[in-house]
């Protein structure tokens, strides 16, 4: 089982959609993560982390469930400009900062 | 902006060749990360230091693989003999450390590998 899955892509979706991706971890004691956005040939950038408690940062939506070692990004009102790969990141403990990555959901925002 | 800066962004070269790649964290991060980044899979860490030391190069390829943080500042990744399979992005990422509120990684562009 790889340590962070994600939900297969791509999500073709029109303007506006609101659209969510899913994540599992495998490591249960695993206790930051995050959700990083890569353009096309780009690095990847820190798009929000997750906090236990569910964020929120203008339409975009984290949440954790550490019972079920899932982890989701919600993005409503959905913007051309989003179209990108979000990648699902853990950070696993005692491990020096090590983050491990998912491979990423392809996300594309058509008008 | 602080940024990450690597060279070059883009190599090209023959397998058996040796290429290396250079990495300038952002100023005062301690420590280094190495990534990397194959076609439609997510980033994978080759290498980690703290300051000059590595902490963590458990998926380095050591028999072809080389990297180095001589002064704890910046850091080249050398590959020698370069094979086909080494095709990818690599990715340098700096932090200022270890702890809670210090562990966020900025990633450099990368640099675009493509071995012939």
């Known amino acids: 089982r790889k340590e962070v899955e994600q939900d297969p892509g791509p999500f073709n979706v029109p303007e506006g959609a609101t659209v969510a991706f899913n994540c599992t971890y495998s490591n249960s004691a695993s206790q930051s993560f995050f959700w990083y956005r890569q353009d096309c040939r780009k690095e990847p950038k820190l798009l929000m982390s997750v906090y236990s408690s569910g964020n929120e940062d203008g339409r975009f939506t984290a949440q954790l469930n550490r019972a079920s070692q899932y982890i989701s990004l919600l993005i409503r009102d959905s913007k051309l400009s989003d179209s990108a790969t979000y990648l699902c990141?853990?950070?696993?403990?005692?491990?020096?900062?090590?983050?491990?990555f998912g491979q990423g959901t392809e996300l594309s925002v058509k008008p | 902006e602080a940024e990450v800066a690597q060279s070059p962004r883009y190599k090209i070269t023959e397998k058996s060749q040796a290429v290396a790649f250079w990495c300038d964290p952002i100023?005062?991060?301690?420590?280094l990360y190495w990534y990397r980044q194959i076609l439609g899979q997510g980033p994978e860490l080759l290498v980690q230091?703290?300051?000059?030391?590595?902490?963590?190069d458990s998926q380095l390829p050591k028999d072809r693989f080389s990297a180095e943080r001589l002064k704890g500042v910046d850091s080249t990744l050398k590959i020698q003999p370069a094979e086909l399979g080494d095709s990818a992005m690599y990715l340098c990422?700096?932090?200022?450390?270890?702890?809670?509120?210090?562990?966020?990684?900025?990633f450099g562009p990368g640099t675009r590998l493509l071995v012939l």
């Open positions: 990141v853990v950070n696993p403990p005692n491990q020096g900062g090590k983050l491990i």
């Open positions: 230091f703290q300051d000059e030391s590595v902490v963590d």
């Open positions: 100023s005062g991060h301690a420590t």
């Open positions: 990422a700096s932090s200022l450390g270890p702890g809670k509120r210090q562990e966020t990684q900025y």
